[in-house]
Structures are given as C-alpha cells and as structure tokens.
C-alpha cells in the first residue's frame, strides 16, 4: 500500500504545485485555458480537432491541473475550477518565468540532457536508485528471496547493478545484468568488483531489454523495474516479454515492477504520481492501467502468481510463470 509519506501535507501540494507551474505554461500554449473558458471539455473531445494530435499530452495537462485543483471533472467533461478561473488573469506570470526562461532554468540542472529523449540519464538514473533504496529495494529483494532462487538472477535494466548485487547477496545465487546505457554498464564494473570480493559471481553486459538475442539458461528468476510502460505498443510489448521465454528457457520466474495509470477518480495533491503521468504524457506515453497489465501478462503467455502494491502510489510487482505448453 502506498506510503502516507506520499500525501504529506506540506510537501505533497509543493511536488504538484511544481508539476502544475509547467503544466500552466503548455495549457495555455494548447489553448486549454480558452476552451475552458467556454464552458465544459468533454474527454471525448480530445480523440478530435484541434487536439487529436497532442491528445496524449493535453490529457496529461489537464490531469496535473486537475491534481493541483485548477481543474474539476464533471462527468467525462473537464471544467474550470474556482482557482482556475482566478488563475487565468496571472497565466503570463507562470509563462514568463517557466516558459520564457525554460532553457536557463534547464541549465542550471546538473547532467547533460540525451540527444533523443531529452532526459539527463545520470540524474535520472542517480535519482531513481535513491527512491529505490528509501521505499523499494527491500520490498523486491524480499519478493525475490521468497521465490528461492535455484539459479542465477537476471536484472534486465540493472543500471549500476547494485539492486542486483543485493539479491545475489541475500539468495547467495549468482547474477547477470544487462543496461541499454554504455554509461551504466561501465559503472557497474564497480559493482562486479564488490561482488568478487564477496565471492558472487556477478556480470553485467549491454544489452537492448526489447533486444536481448543469446540465450541464458542458467537464469532462474528474471527481474525488470519501472521499464515495461516504456515498451509499447501492447502487442510489441507482449512479443518482448513472450521473447524472455526464449531467452531465459528455464527461467521459473519473471519479475516486474512499474507504476501504473491512477484511476480517474483519483485527487488531490501527492508526491511522484503527478510528475510520473505529466512528464511521460509530453513524451506522448499513457501508462497502462492495471488491468491492461494484467491482460498483457496474459498475452504474453504467463501466469501472475502474486500481485503486491508497492510503496509508490500505483505502483505493483508481478511475480508471473511461463506458460508452459503441454506436450
């Protein structure tokens, strides 16, 4: 279950207020805030002219106002709340400073943004291993040990490898790792290094987790955090995971950990969940609901033995077995 430390009354309004601050700068760049001005946006609308090609992305703009409760839902229709309507008047306020200034703002971040995803990866990377040691890590090494290793365990997406590591050290099992990131792979050297010390045997290689062509049957337990929204559509992402089958042929269990969409009903100010939904929804992805993940699990060919709710709002692990054919 989601931890109350996301909701805090101070700091939960101060993450949304942020993510909201962004978001009033694309609104208005959209036209949000003169259609809403008109009267009510039905949902529906978004799938026509002029939104159909920014639909994904006025979808998640609208989400993080209505979080910080400049929007209000009425029905399947979005309308402007009280504070919206006195926001209005101030909007080239929020538009001189985050949007006139975006790129020096920018700069002072320390990292350097990727040519394609516009992402720094070093401090995404350093920033998500420090919310995984404070409200996951122990969690998923506790999934993994339950599942009593008979083999080695893959982390796909291992990034620095420490994760990793901590598993082979809490089941005394042997480890693999694979990261898209030469950058990430080189700094799991490091961590290949603690673990011989420990006497682990411990490798981590570069490797596309869409991509993954050798096959490893050694590996018992198969692990991947926070990737699979990454991996769409649907159907190319059950063809990913049904692929692992023939990576991994004697892989027990296939672990995955991510962060789902909220309901629609859901309000009110939080920690992570309003800057996980606005920032993918202007890389035009849609996090998948929970069920969709479940179906996808069962498209690709697996059987989810065990669902547990993380930490993190709206966020899951699944423990899935293959699917094995019956000849």
Known sequence: MASDEFTHPQLAPLFTGAVAAHAIVVADDLGLFSALSKGPLRESSLNEQPWLHSRVRTRGVLHALHRAGLVQRRGSSFVLSELGSELQPHVPIFKLWFGGYASVLAQHVAGTPDSVTLARGDVVAESSSRIGAQHLDETILQIVE????????????????????????RTRQPGVGFDISPAAVRTA???????????????????DATALRHPHPAVDIVTQAFMTHHIAPDDYCAAVLRSYRVTFPNARYLVIFDTVMPPPSTEGPELFGPGFDYVHALQGMEPRSREAVRGLVRDAGYRCVREVELTIPHSYAWVMQPIRDRT
């Open 189 to 207: 050297q490091n961590t290949v290094r603690d673990a011989r010390a420990l006497d682990i045997d411990l490798h981590v290689m570069q490797g």
């Open 146 to 169: 339950d599942l009593e290793p008979q083999g080695a365990i893959c982390d796909i997406g291992c990034g620095s490898a420490t994760r990793l590591l901590s598993m082979c050290k």
